[in-house]
Every structure is written in structure tokens, then in C-alpha cells.
């Protein structure tokens, strides 16, 4: 499989939305937080923080105002895929150390460097995982471990990333970390480990109210 191709597996925030396995945790439960991944939080300055490094890479990217507000709009939905990523690389990594995996920060090197030959320099690199991914400049070299733990969990399973037995070892890594997230932003189906959009209708609606207002 591609490397690009590879890549945009995990990345794509677009996973095919199944009844959610897990029930959905509240503000009650865990006060600030957007999700729990085992015994981490993700808190919702966090996940706030992250979206706004998005943005502020697409406003220095796209500095015409008309232009940006249809960025903005073609990406609606970052921050509850943003969440869904910062989720995912949590499951992965779990899944990795589970089999063994491990990643190396020249590995990391070595793959960033080829990529920027790929698309012709660092700059047009970062603007490609910016554009397509949703990725940060800052996040690129975290997001390349995942990759690289990706690919590399994948041929330790005799496997590759767009395979069933691939999916089943984060779906097993999903369930041990008892993903929860907040219901304004959906729930975790543990089986496509996913975030999926909740079906509990009040909360359909506060979601569809957020989704019209400025991320």
C-alpha cells in the first residue's frame, strides 16, 4: 500500500458510524474533560488548544478572509475529529506496546524525510498534512510516529492497516482503555474503535447547534 494511502488510514475522521458500545461519559462524571482514554484525560482546553493550532495554521496558510471562512466551513467538523485522532493515537500506541512496537526518533527522521522529498520541501510537507489530514505543523513529527507505529504494529500482526486482524488488535486496545468520551462529542464504538455521533437525541441537537458556530 502507498505511503500516502498508508498515512490517510488513520487520519481519515470518516469511519463508517455503527451504535456505539460503550455508554458515553458526562460532565457529572468526569468534570472538563472531553474523553478518557484508561487512566489519562483529555481535557476540553486540550482538545480546545489543539483545534485553535489548526486554525491558526490554516489562517497563516490561507490569509485571504473569504478564502479562510470557505476553509473554515470545508472543516466544519475539527473538533470532533480532532478528538477522534487524539483518541485513535492513544488506542494505537496501547495496541503497539501490547505486541512489542516500538518507534525510534530517527525512524521518525528518516520518514519525515522522505516524505519531504515527495512533496518537494518541509514547507510543502507541513501544508499537505495541514490541508489533507488536518495536522498542525507542530504535530507533524508526533503524528508520523503514529504512522510509523501503525505500520509497524501491522507487519508484527503479519498483516497490513486497511486489514480485519488490524483493526481487531485496536479494537482489543480500545476495550482495555475503556474509552469514554463526553456525549457532546459522541461515543466510542469500540469495535471500529471510532468515535461515532451519539443517539440519544439532545444530544443530536446540541451537536448540530455547535457544528453551525465558529470552531
Not at 473569504?66 to 470545508?74: H, K, L, S
Not at 495541514?130 to 498483516?159: F, H, M
Not at 486482524?165 to 469514554?180: G, I, P, T
Amino acid at each position: 500500500m502507498h505511503r500516502r494511502r498508508r498515512s490517510a488510514l488513520l487520519l481519515a475522521a470518516a469511519i463508517a458510524a455503527a451504535a456505539p458500545l460503550l455508554t458515553a461519559c458526562g460532565d457529572d462524571a468526569h468534570p472538563g474533560a472531553a474523553a478518557v482514554v484508561g487512566d489519562q484525560r483529555i481535557t476540553v482546553a486540550q482538545l480546545e488548544h489543539r483545534v485553535d493550532e489548526v486554525r491558526e495554521a490554516q489562517r497563516a496558510a490561507v490569509p485571504d478572509e473569504e478564502q479562510y471562512q470557505q476553509v473554515v466551513a470545508r472543516t466544519g467538523g475539527l473538533t470532533r475529529d480532532t478528538l477522534h485522532g487524539m483518541v485513535l493515537d492513544r488506542v494505537l500506541h496501547r495496541a503497539a506496546e501490547d505486541a512489542g512496537v516500538s518507534v525510534t526518533r530517527k525512524e521518525v527522521g528518516e520518514m519525515r524525510a522522505g516524505l519531504e522529498r515527495q512533496a518537494g520541501g518541509a514547507k510543502e510537507l507541513e501544508t499537505v498534512w495541514l490541508q489533507q489530514y488536518g495536522v498542525a505543523p507542530e504535530r507533524l513529527d508526533d503524528n508520523l510516529r503514529i504512522q510509523l507505529e501503525a505500520q509497524k504494529l501491522a507487519e508484527s500482526l503479519g498483516t497490513d492497516t486497511g486489514r480485519p486482524e488490524f483493526w481487531q488488535a485496536l479494537s482489543r486496545a480500545s476495550e482495555k482503555l475503556d474509552v469514554d468520551l463526553n456525549p457532546r462529542y459522541g461515543a466510542w464504538d469500540v469495535r471500529k474503535s471510532s468515535r461515532v455521533d451519539s443517539k440519544v437525541p439532545w444530544v443530536r441537537e446540541i451537536t448540530a447547534a455547535q457544528a453551525q458556530q465558529p470552531a
